[in-house]
């Protein structure tokens, strides 16, 4: 058993060195904070939701209103419950040479791996518990649009990882916590609010 930890806890640690230094350059430097911050979307978002709010009948109004108990539902557990029980460090940390990006800026952390750079934790990812939550609430229900949710999933995602500030498990737990909390929300609200519609 703890053979099959270790083994994981190094494909883990290869794979966000991957993904962190092997694939970089300046167009992914500039493309994977955008993908990433909240603050540049959220407008956006906002805009859309609207617009589908105002134009949908009583059952895409009903899906709409409820996608935010869904965001909640992720948002907390996974920072205020998952986060402070695990305790899981930042992989720009603990791991030497990590190309990161904050405040704006991009840069590598120091050789030794001693240097804490973020103090929040990092198991699971909030980013993709709360995207892949609103991808498969929204696939649930309008499953044709179900390739761009996914899509957006995965590159905000990957972005969490490219930036030094998740390993591939925080993300990939990330995802699947969403996705249960989404059906969680989804099913229920299908079969006993809409069952007519």
């Known amino acids: 058993m703890n053979g099959e930890v ?8 290869s794979t966000f060195e991957a ?19 909240f603050y540049i979307w959220a407008i956006p978002v906002a805009i859309v939701w ?11 109004r009903i899906i709409a209103l409820c996608a935010f108990l869904v965001i ?25 040479a990590t190309r990161l990006y904050l405040d ?26 709360n995207i892949a939550g609103q991808a498969m609430y929204w696939s649930y229900f309008y499953p044709h649009l179900t390739p761009v949710f996914m899509f957006a999933a995965a590159v905000v995602g990957w972005s969490r ?16 916590l969403g996705a249960i909390i989404a059906l969680i929300f989804a099913y229920p ?4 609010v809409l069952p007519d519609e």
Request: aromatic residues 18%; charged residues 15%; positive net charge.
């Open 6 to 13: 270790s083994g994981f806890l190094q494909w883990d640690r």
């Open 19 to 37: 993904l962190n230094q092997w694939f970089s350059g300046s167009f992914f430097d500039a493309l994977m904070p955008l993908l990433s911050d």
């Open 50 to 60: 609207l617009w589908f709010f105002v134009r949908a009948d009583r059952r895409g």
């Open 72 to 96: 909640a539902a992720t948002d907390q557990l996974a920072a205020s419950v998952i986060k402070p029980y695990v305790q899981r460090q930042r992989p720009c940390n603990v791991i030497p």
């Open 104 to 129: 704006g800026n991009w840069q590598t952390t120091d050789k030794f791996g001693l240097t804490t750079y973020k103090t929040s934790y990092s198991f699971p990812s909030n980013h993709a518990a």
């Open 161 to 176: 990882i490219y930036m030094g500030l998740h390993y591939p498990s925080d993300v990939l737990v990330g995802y699947l």
């Open 189 to 192: 609200l299908r079969v006993w």
